[in-house]
């Protein structure tokens, strides 16, 4: 049982600044989002900016960091 963060549509630096004030919480157990990680890429994508290798790489580079920047807000609400 717990919260979880909304993403909509922010940008990561948004959603990071939201990990840090949530990082003490007790109930706070994850995120959800979808539009932050795949949205622009794939408007570069439909649009033939880039290709399908591409959009998988930017795809997976935008989860990984806010899964990076996650743990991160994690590990200092351990540490203090």
């Given at each position: 049982?717990?919260?979880?963060?909304?993403?909509l549509?922010?940008s990561?630096?948004?959603?990071?600044?939201?990990?840090?004030?949530?990082?003490?919480s007790r109930?706070?157990?994850?995120?959800?989002?979808?539009?932050?990680?795949?949205?622009?890429?794939?408007r570069?994508?439909l649009?033939?900016?880039?290709?399908d290798?591409?959009?998988?790489?930017?795809?997976?580079?935008?989860?990984?960091r806010l899964?990076d920047?996650?743990?991160?807000?994690r590990?200092?609400?351990r540490a203090?």
């Amino acid at each position: 049982r717990g919260v979880v963060l909304l993403g909509l549509n922010a940008s990561i630096d948004t959603l990071a600044a939201g990990f840090r004030d949530a990082q003490r919480s007790r109930t706070c157990r994850g995120f959800a989002v979808g539009r932050t990680i795949f949205h622009e890429p794939s408007r570069a994508w439909l649009a033939g900016e880039i290709d399908d290798a591409e959009l998988v790489r930017r795809i997976r580079a935008n989860f990984e960091r806010l899964i990076d920047v996650w743990r991160a807000a994690r590990t200092e609400a351990r540490a203090a």
